[in-house]
């Protein structure tokens, strides 16, 4: 590879050294020859080749080149991702009803896709089923957490009711009734003790029994101060205690319900959005699924309609290189035309006008068609859309070039007329009946400006013209000049760089340098179309 590299470098010097030498011959020989001419033409001769300005008919008109298409057609696309290779197409020309199969394309990866995709699915829709068993069981827990809270609640709040209006009360009426009883006996063994005393005094019980009574009654004294002290406790101590104690259990109830409360929507919460990421990931998935199936259903084409199927390649053939036709085994991409149907026999012209020329036409202009086959027919037709961008496909070859597509639809048309023929389109700008015109090539411009040269017994005399729109062979001439005036057909070369100085004031008005020269007062008023020759 490299010495291959270093042999064709000499040789393509070689050739750049011939080329540039042959363009620097043929410059040199051209300006030579070009001065020549300019000295010959400077002071042109009256006697020169004239033509006559001409009054009569006059037709403005731009030819193109153009391709057939059907009007009314389906395009059938690719709609599968990415690039696909066909395994089967329909024959071209063939005569299709609705349904029928058009192209097929490999779908063996994305059937292998589809199976992976399904495993994907089943262990989604397990992975819902499975949150949505967790979500009840979270519901259930938290119900029974909340219920249980609630339930403590209540028993702590009957647990004070009942300590308030039930166990407390008693509890100091049983207090109550114990002093009542020690101070009953107290009394009463008080007045055991003085009777004893009586007796032991007469004589009839001893000291011992005395003694006996004595200790009694202490007793009794005992019981009573002991009666007193229980109810000052269960009064000061007790009941402020148990009290405070039951209170302070219904507050933890009631805040430990909120905790179980809170739990259970946080629980519940958790996995309710488990349960639902787990669902959108089965919704994905399962769309995924879809589309995959979607895209292996697109991969067998079918007809939208009935019509004779057309190859999209042969349709669209580009003139600067060579597009294969389809057929199994080639490559195509997404979004790629492959088929045309043709729903109907109408036909339509597509061509290619240049930006220079879009000012001369306008929709609705009548046009004439002849097929590059038969051209003794001639087909009429009217111009329907003018592009509104530039052709990408020319702008790529060429920036400088811009051509816009435009449609003309043919109103006459017949089973001769096939999609895909070449044919030319001649539409017909303005047609006059009766007007002034000579030929483009007398016409040269001056600072701008139009103007030919008038032959007279003096000489050629320069004269600035109005011109409207030409045919590529004669102009139109609006102001300036008179039928039967003779022009030159090679004005001067030099004409075009001359001062306006140099020509007679009677033909034009003397220019200051740096000013803009304006038509003669019998050529005022706008070109028509703007197309002045150049």
Known sequence: MTMNTQNSRPRRRRRRRAAAGLVLALLASGWAGLAVYSRRRADPPATGLTAPVLLGPLSISLVETGTLRNRERVIVRNEVEGARTIIRVVDEGTMVSAGDLLVELDSSALEEQRLEQEARVQSSEASV??????????????????????????FAILALEQYEQGEYPQSVQQAEASITMASKELQRAKDTLEWSRTLEADGYITRTELEADELSLKQRQLDLELAQTKRNLLTRYTHVQTLEKLKSDIEQTKMALERAQRRARADIVRAESDLQSKESDLRHQQNRLARLEDQIAKCRITAPAAGMAVYATSVQAHRW???????????VRERQDLIHLPTSSDMMVEINVQEANLPKIREGLPARITLDSGPDRVFSGRLQRIGILPDNASMALNPDLKLYTCAIVIENGSHELRQGMSCTVELLIEQHERVLSIPLQALVRVNGDPTVYVAGPGGAVPRRVCVGLDNGRRAHVIEGLEAGEQVLLAPPLSSSIRRPEAFPESALAVVEPGATAGPPAEAKGPTAGGGAAP
């Not at 290189?321 to 490559?331: A, F, H, K, N, S």
Request: proline share 5%.
């Open 321 to 331: 290189r060579r597009i294969d036709p389809l057929e199994p085994g080639q490559t």
């Open 129 to 154: 089923i499975q949150s949505s068993e967790s979500l009840e069981v979270t519901r259930n827990q938290a119900a029974a957490d909340v219920a249980q809270a609630e339930l403590d609640q209540r």
